[in-house]
């Protein structure tokens, strides 16, 4: 059982930057994939950034171009690079893990993954 801890969110004002880690504990995979989601008040589980152990990323278009995730394999920890954040990013974050990668391209969705961070608190302010 791999379980998952995130930290680095916090209130920023629109146009600055903030970096969520997400560490992993427990159990090791040779292969898996790691996500990044978030969820504003009133709206649905959002993915947005997805990286897998052969270093393949994706990202949703809403995060494209402002956003970097990226996994140190040594830490067992996941990034997420914010640049340029804007008060639409305000939302809390969760990151995701799911064993193994996928050989075809599949939607950022939350049904893909079984284990779940607590989440952490993003706020941007304009």
């Known amino acids: 059982e791999v379980q998952l801890v995130e930290s680095g969110g916090g209130s920023v004002q629109a146009g600055g930057s903030l970096r969520l880690s997400c560490a992993a504990s427990g159990s090791s995979y040779s292969a898996y994939t790691m996500a990044w989601f978030r969820q504003a008040p009133g709206k649905e589980r959002e993915g947005i950034a997805r990286i897998d152990t052969n270093g393949r990323t994706t990202y949703s278009e809403s995060v494209k171009g402002r956003f970097t995730i990226s996994i140190d394999n040594a830490k067992a920890t996941l990034y997420l690079q914010m640049n340029s954040l804007k008060p639409e990013d305000t939302a809390m974050y969760y990151c995701?893990?799911?064993?193994?990668?996928?050989?075809?391209?599949?939607?950022?969705?939350?049904?893909?993954?079984?284990?779940w961070g607590q989440g952490t608190q993003v706020t941007v302010s304009s």
């Open positions: 995701a893990l799911e064993p193994g990668i996928w050989v075809v391209d599949v939607p950022l969705s939350s049904a893909l993954y079984n284990t």
